[in-house]
């Protein structure tokens, strides 16, 4: 049976249910939406996963939807949404828990679709929606962008990486989020290509890379001494023939040794360029920062060259190891690539990975590493630190 993944969403506001349904939908989950408070507890079947509960409804509020739901024993998990202030969504926590149901966050509006992705927790998304759902890519004139950029309104997540080895989280990747102050937090693949046409990439990856040096000393001791950073840079960053030299004086102001840091370059981005790219590649790797090839195997026969750049990690792409299971070529295609890579002294790390029967096979085939939400997404410092302190303190696998 297909684990619950559904949520039921309580608004009286019918724009904040479609709204919420849309975020939900492109982060893989099912979502009903209602307006009629006192039914919506007949709406809660062993699929729904989690209810989102408006505090502040006309009619029958919030508080009184936790009392039904606690007669009913309702055993989904609920996360309260409100425009109140803090102290009102603790108490109504408190009571819901008096009540004997499971409230595991709070949504403060307005909230983005991480902030969503957080609340859910570790509940797996229906992976087919991802892959069926279209994302409508979203539209901003040139000046909206180039204000962000001159008023640094880009702030980094980091997404746990764990070793398939020792069940320990071994580092962090960064990605990039954008706190847009009028729709909430926007995922780069709303922004990265634009930044890259509109010649902001360059900043961006200082900036990224700045604040992750900055941000590292809040978490560097729950990691190890070898924890590592990667980072994600565009092709047009690396022709910079300068960029390895002002890369390592970075380093040096911050403390940080170069081996931790992994650069990730996507493999399409990297076929597109090699030529242009291969003497910065180098030069970074003879300054000991490591290389990894991101998005490996997503359709692009990188095989014949990979002996030819000087990478230390491959990233098999997230549709691979999602289609595992399912696709027996692509099954061969990650046994393979894991290999391979290993061959020629690389290592490699499995993205997008979201069940346990994922973790063994990856394990069986000596697969070196993983990130995916069945560990955590990516998170804001403030929730790294905290992921760290609990689940991420302990094996977690
Ligand atoms: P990527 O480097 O391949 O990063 C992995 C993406 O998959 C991230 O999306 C991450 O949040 C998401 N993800 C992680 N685990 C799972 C999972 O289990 N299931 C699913 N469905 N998704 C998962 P995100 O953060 O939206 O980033 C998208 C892409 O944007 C990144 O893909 C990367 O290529 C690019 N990007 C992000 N930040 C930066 C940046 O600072 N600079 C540049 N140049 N590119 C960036
Ligand atoms: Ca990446
Ligand atoms: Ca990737």
Known sequence: MAAANNILVVDDDGVVGSLVSSMARSIGFHCIVTKDAANCHRLVTADTAVIILDLIMPGMDGIEVLRLLGEQKCRARIVLMSGMDKRVIETAKKLARTLGLVVVGHLQKPFGVEELRIALGDIAPDESLLVAHERPKLDFPDAELARAFA??????????????????????????????????????????????????????????????????????????????????????????????????????????????????????????????????????????????????????????????????????????????????????????????????????????????????????????????????????????VKWLHGAGAARLI
């Open 151 to 384: 008023q640094a309104e880009f702030v980094n997540y980091y997404q746990p990486q764990i070793s398939l080895k020792t069940g320990m989280v071994t580092g962090v990747e960064v990605l990039s989020r954008w706190f847009n102050p009028r729709r909430g937090v926007i995922l780069p693949e709303h922004f990265i290509a634009r930044a890259e046409s509109m010649g902001f990439i360059d900043a961006l990856c200082w900036s990224t890379a700045e604040m992750a040096l900055a941000d590292v000393h809040q978490f560097r001791d729950k990691l190890g001494a070898q924890a590592r950073i990667s980072l994600n840079a565009s092709v047009h960053t690396l022709r910079d023939l300068k960029f390895p030299d002002m890369f390592m004086a970075l380093l040096d102001q911050h403390g940080f040794p170069a081996d931790n840091l992994v650069i990730e370059i996507t493999e399409t981005g990297l076929i597109r360029e090699l030529a242009r790219t291969l003497d910065v590649l180098t030069r970074l790797r003879m300054k000991s920062i490591q290389l990894s090839i991101d998005d490996f195997g997503a359709g692009y026969a990188m095989m014949q060259q990979l002996q030819n750049v000087p990478a230390t990690e491959l990233k098999l792409d997230m549709s691979l190891v999602q289609n595992m299971h399912a696709s027996h070529t692509d099954r061969i295609m990650v046994e393979k690539t894991i290999e391979m890579g290993h061959e020629l002294g690389m290592e490699v790390m499995a993205e997008g990975v979201t069940t346990k029967e994922q973790v063994t096979l990856l394990q069986g085939m000596g697969c070196d590493g993983a990130q995916g939400f069945l560990f955590s997404p990516a998170l804001p410092l403030a929730g790294l």
